[in-house]
Every structure is written in C-alpha cells, then in structure tokens.
C-alpha cells in the first residue's frame, strides 16, 4: 500500500504556465521515479506492479498525445532502438581495474598481511559479494544519465548506453537530494558497477531458446555480456537485467569518505547496491564474511563467484594505490568452482563425422553454476577407466571454466554393488557396424559409409558457422532431410527448393496432433543461406567437406598454398608436406580422401551447383614472414574474432612467429583476451609488452607489419 504520498494533479490542475498535459506529465515522471526507488534501490515497493504499470500507461498516453513533452530521461524512454554495427569505443575516466585474487583464506591473510605493512595496521574493510556479471561504468552530466560504457580493455570500453537505458534499475538521473554531495553537480560523474542476469531470467531464457532452436547461453554472465552487447537494445530491453553499482572512478568527486558510505550514498541517488554488505572493524569480521557467503551462495537470486574485501576508507585507499593490474587496497576472494553430486544414470556412445565413438554421461539434471547440467562428455574409453565412473555410481560434477559440464569422479562409498566397469559396445548404436580400434589410437570407430549417423554429423559440419556458415540450418531440419532420404551428402544442399522446405514437417505439433510444416518464411531464408554459402571460399569448403586431420587452420593454410580444389586434388603427398603446418599424417588423409570416387563425385556436383572452389587470393605465394625472430604467448579467450587460441596462433606462426606456451623473459608479446589469467601477471611482472585482441587483430590484417607493435 502507499504510504504518505502527496495526491497527484489531475490533468485538468493546471499550474501558473504550464499546460494541464504538462503539469501530470511532471507528476506522473515523479511519481513512477519514486516508485522505481522504492523497488529498486530500497527493495520496499509501495503500490503493485499492476498499479505502477497503469501509472507508466497513463503517461505513455499523455507523450503520445504530446510528443512536445518527451523527454529523454523520462521513465518511458526505456525500450531503446537500433544501436547500428559497432558500438563506439568510450575511454574511462579512469581506469576500469581487474581485481587480484585470493584462492584460498591462507592468501588473504596474506594481502592483509601485505596491507598491515604498508600501513602499520589492518584498517577496517568493507566486504561486498562479487556479482558475476559484467562491469559497466554509468556517466552522468548534471545528474542525468549520459553515458554507459563495458570496461572493455580496462582504458576503454564500448559504448552500450541505450542497451543500458533499457535496464529498469538504472537511474536516468540521479536523486536531487543526493546531488549536494556530488562536488561538482553539473559536472561529468562516472559510477561503476556489475551488470548482471538473475538466474531464474536465465533459466527462462535458455528454456525460450531450446524451444527457438536457438543455441544456449554458458551460464548467467555469458547471458548478461551477450544482452548487453545487443545490436538492437529492444532486445536487450526483453532480457531482465540488473545491476549493482558499488563504484566510483574519482573518490573525489563526491563528498563521501569511503567505501560504506559510498553505498549509502549510491542507494540514496537511486541505484541498486547489493544488501549484502559488511563493515568489518577486525579480520576475522571478513573471513566470517566469506564463509557465510559461500554457505549462502546457492540460495541467492543471482550468480557470486566470491567476495571482494576493500580497505574501506579512501585516504587508505589511496595511500595503497595500485599495481598494473589492480589496486592494492582490494581484493577478490574466489570461491572454488561449485561442484555438485548427481547420479550417472546411463553412458550412451555417440558417433562423430569421422566415426569417432564418444562416450557420454548421461546425468540425472543437476544445477551447476548457474545452469542444469544434463550430460558431460567422458572422452574416450581411457578416461572412463581412469574415472572409473560407472553407471549407476553417484558422480561429482562441475564446469570447466564455467562453461563446459565435467565428470571428476565417482563417490565410492555410494556405488551400487552391482555397478560393473563400462566397456565400448561392439557394434556402431547407429549402424550396427563392428566398431574397430586402430593400434596407436585412443578412439574407437565406426568405419561404415552408410553410417547414418556420421553422415548426419557430416551434413551438419558442412553448415556450421566456421564452414559454409548456412544459418537455420540446424538439427532438426537437416535430421529430418536426412530421414526423408532427401539430403545424403552435402553437395544435396544445392538441389533444395523451397516449396520442398516450405512443406518439410517440423517436430511441431498442432492441436490436432499433425506435424506442422516449416513454412515459406523460413524456406526462403534457408534457401537464401545456401545460395550464399556458394562463395564462402576454397578454405571454407575445405573445412566443411570434413576430412580427417584438417581443421580450419589446415584448410586456410591449403587454400593459401593451392589456390583451387583442383590444384590440390592434383598435389601428391610430398608437395602438401611441403606446405608449412601440413604433416604426413593430414598428407596421407587427403589423398585417402580425393582417392575415394565418391568423393570426387559430390566435388564434382559442388561445383556444378555453382559453389566457388577456387580461392580469390593468388596461389603458391607465401605470406611475407614479418614476424619471424617474434615469440608470442596467447592467453585468455579471443571474443571479438570468434578465433580459437590455435587459430590465432596458426596465423601468427604463417607470419613466422613462434607461439609458446609460457612466459618468460624471451617472450616478444603476449596477446590477452578475455579473462586472460597469470600469464597476463606474468608478463606484466617480467615487463613483457602485452598486446590487446584489437593490437593482434591489426598485427595479423596488416600481415605483419610490425608498425603497430610500436
Ligand atoms: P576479475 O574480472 O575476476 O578480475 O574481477 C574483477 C571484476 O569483478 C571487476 O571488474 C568487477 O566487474 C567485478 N565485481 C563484481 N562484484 C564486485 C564488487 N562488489 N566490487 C568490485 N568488483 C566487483
């Protein structure tokens, strides 16, 4: 119910000059800032959401029906509009820092330590739970909202403000009373914070996307980054983001004396700060902290993937200051990734594009880090052994790197007695062909041609993003044009019309219980998808036709070295060796494969169908070796090119660099991506240059010209 709140003006109380519209249009602003308030900032709503979504309606009406009075910060101005092809680049008003960690309780009272050294005493500490989202600093100007950038590099982000504005809890200006304490009040004030998904919005919108056919979000933080960097914030504006703001980029700038009261004060100007906080006047108040949050961590509405503890006053603060990386005066305490048990209800076997046979842990579903794990692959049938899981066992599972579902072992106590160890079976489960194992190798295979379940893996390679990129092209739709005997080997895709796709019956059902047809919309985009995967180019076919030992890397470096399909059917063994990267090994694979007359047989039809097999860029010429005599150490993840750690690595080595996989003083560079770890503090330790993705980016389309390292 509302409490002690003025009544509105009706539209007909006019006021001295102002128009009746105008005059509500004032109230309603107000009123609904205050309600946004009470529900965001202070967690204590006043009215219902039904009553406060008929005070947006109202005032949506009245700016309709006078477009004089909008305003960009009003409540309404949420739902954003097209943000265009690349977001600009933004530069921080100060740093955005990464944190140092402390793996364990020994390290932090290590760094507390460390503190009580530099300042002769452990100073009280403010300890907050660290979001796992994504950081994001929030600009105003005169109060209002003027600006949201990602932290980007640390020096600068990108610019996601009308993403940003769709976020419910963010102020589009800051509350009047909190303004007195803003030094400058009309000046620029950056303030920061974590930009996050709460798990049930993730768990829903991971259900929508499996319903779309859609692919799955990681986990929540991979879900919040990728909203955030919408091209189109409506969509953004459909995502349920949140924040917590718990920074500033100038402590100057307000008239606060340190980190608690700086919550205080962001609260009282209207942002979201996280509840769970504590001043803590003695160490063992923090490491209390941290042990409480962990116990707590499952029940929270949102992803924490640890604490992070601040000396809590900002003279301290600054008389800490900063390494290269990250201030002294702060620290993030890590939780351990979450390991949950669950049981191992079956290990089926599944068959890849070159008759690889994997085992698989079928789990009983279980929430891990923010998303239900289902299945895990166990490998090969070493690791199974090495595991020894069996089905029926009681099994650990976590994420690798919070992403990629993992077995760890069984919990022996818990075995049923009558668990046997698992054994690859000895026919394909999709053919039935004997499954062979190759001296030497790890993999046991199906060797069969007919095996309907390579050459649908087969068909699927063909269209995946890194091959000929045919979007739509997915699962369902390529499984049942295979059932139907319509699609065999991929140069089929060509022959496709869509009147055929239109009438395709998809696992959708009607109420009648009839398979509903795909339908012209996404008939003709198919169709369209497939016309253009013609000119894809020579490498990308290559790839896509799927032949053992040749992966992106391999099939660039070949179409480079040859030029046409038909220069390097035309190759004999000593001649691809020839080419720097290819080895025996991927020598002997090809001629195994363009020796098979089926296979020269769907080349031919590829290119009779019009799909380019030649590579635009001349033959035989070799890249210019600009980077040889450069060592080079890859670390982190490679976001903006979508290029694996190999990939990247294959194309600086084309440049005559060599790639290691260690730091040390003879490294010329390190390259770090995202969430790149210690060879990053290696390197800065050792003072070896480090080089962003956009800098390696540059240094590989430049082929080598070694200008930009400068
Ligand atoms: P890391 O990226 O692991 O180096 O951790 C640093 C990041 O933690 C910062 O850039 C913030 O985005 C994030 N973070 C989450 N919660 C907090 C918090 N309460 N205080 C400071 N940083 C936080």
């Not at 794990?373 to 090495?386: G, I, M, Q, S």
């Not at 790639?659 to 991506?673: D, H, L, N, Q, R």
Request: net charge negative; hydrophobic share 45%.
């Amino acid at each position: 119910m509302e409490k002690n709140r003025e009544t509105l003006p009706s539209v007909n109380a006019s006021a001295a000059g102002l128009s009746d519209a105008a005059v509500r249009v004032a109230a309603l602003r107000k009123e609904i800032e205050h309600h946004t308030y009470q529900y965001y900032a202070l967690d204590d709503p006043q009215i219902s959401d039904a009553a406060f979504d008929s005070l947006m309606g109202e005032l949506r009406e009245l700016e309709a029906a006078h477009p004089e009075l909008v305003d960009p910060t009003s409540p309404t101005q949420r739902v954003g509009g097209y943000v265009g092809e690349a977001f600009a680049p933004v530069r921080h008003a100060s740093r955005m820092y990464s944190l140092d960690n402390a793996m364990d309780f020994g390290e932090l009272e290590a760094w507390m330590a460390r503190i009580e050294e530099a300042l002769g005493f452990v100073p009280p500490l403010c300890c907050e739970l660290k979001i796992d989202g994504s950081s994001i600093a929030l600009t105003y100007e005169g109060g209002v909202l003027l600006r949201a950038a990602t932290r980007g590099d640390g020096t600068t982000g990108e610019d996601v403000t009308a993403n940003m504005r769709t976020v419910k809890d963010v102020p589009l200006h800051l509350r009047e009373g909190a303004l007195a304490a803003v030094r400058d009040p009309e000046g620029a004030l950056e303030l920061r914070g974590e930009v996050y998904m709460p798990k049930s919005s993730f768990e829903a919108l991971n259900r929508q996307a499996e319903a779309n056919g859609k692919p799955l979000f990681a986990n929540p933080r991979n879900a919040a980054a990728g909203s955030l960097r919408q091209k189109n914030a409506e969509v953004t504006s459909e995502r349920d983001l949140a924040t917590f703001v718990y920074a500033t980029a100038d402590d100057a700038a307000l008239d606060v004396a340190g980190q608690w009261e700086l919550l205080q004060w962001l609260r009282s100007a209207g942002f979201h700060t996280n509840p769970d906080v504590a001043l803590c006047e003695r160490p063992e108040e923090a490491f209390a902290f941290c042990e409480r949050s962990l116990e707590r961590r499952e029940q929270l509405p949102y992803e924490i993937d640890g604490v992070v503890v601040k000396v809590n006053s900002f003279a301290a603060q600054r008389e800490l200051g900063f390494t290269a990386r990250a201030p002294r005066w702060a620290i993030a305490f890590k939780f351990p990734p979450e390991e949950k048990t669950t049981i191992l209800r079956d290990i089926t076997v599944q068959v890849g594009r070159t008759g690889a046979l994997t085992p698989v842990a079928e789990l009983e579903p279980v929430v891990v880090a923010g998303s239900t794990v289902a299945r895990a692959t166990l490998h090969n049938v070493d690791e199974v052994h090495r595991k020894d899981v069996r089905v029926g066992d009681t099994v650990v599972v976590r994420k690798a790197g919070d992403v990629i579902p993992e077995v760890l072992g069984p919990v022996l106590s818990l075995r049923p007695e009558d668990a046997l160890p698992w054994e690859m079976p000895k026919a394909c489960p999709s053919c039935g062909s004997p499954v062979v194992h190759e001296d030497g190798e790890v993999a046991y295979r199906c060797i069969s041609i007919d095996c309907p379940a390579q050459s649908l893996e087969r068909l699927l390679h063909w269209t995946s993003r890194s091959a000929l990129d045919i979007e739509g092209m997915g699962n369902e739709i390529v499984g049942r044009l295979v059932e139907t005997g319509r699609l065999v080997d991929v140069a089929d895709y060509y022959d496709l019309t869509e009147p055929e796709l239109a009438a395709l019956a998809t696992n959708r059902v009607n109420g009648e219980g009839e398979f509903l047809p795909l339908g012209h919309v996404i008939a003709a985009k198919l169709v369209a998808a497939i016309d253009g995967s013609r000119t894809k180019g020579l490498d990308r076919v290559i790839f896509g036709l799927g032949i053992r030992h040749v992966g992106k890397n391999v099939a660039e470096v070949l179409a480079r070295a040859f030029g046409s399909i038909d220069a390097l059917m035309a190759a004999t063994a000593e001649e691809m060796e020839a080419v720097d990267g290819v080895g025996p090994k991927i020598a002997q694979s090809l001629e195994a494969f363009f020796a098979t007359p089926d296979n020269v047989e769907v080349l031919g039809r590829l290119r009779a169908a019009g799909v380019a097999m030649e590579s635009a860029e001349p033959a035989g010429e070799a890249l210019p070796q600009t980077l040889a005599g450069l060592t080079f150490v890859l670390t982190g993840s490679l976001v903006e090119s979508g290029m694996t750690r190999d990939e990247a690595a294959g194309r600086l080595k084309a440049l005559g660099a060599k790639v290691s996989g260690s730091v040390s003083k003879k490294t010329s560079y390190v390259v770090a991506g995202q969430d790149a770890g210690s060879k990053l503090d290696k390197a800065l330790g050792l003072g070896v240059p480090v080089l962003d993705e956009a800098q390696l980016l540059a240094l590989l389309d430049a082929e080598g010209d070694v200008a930009v390292l400068g």
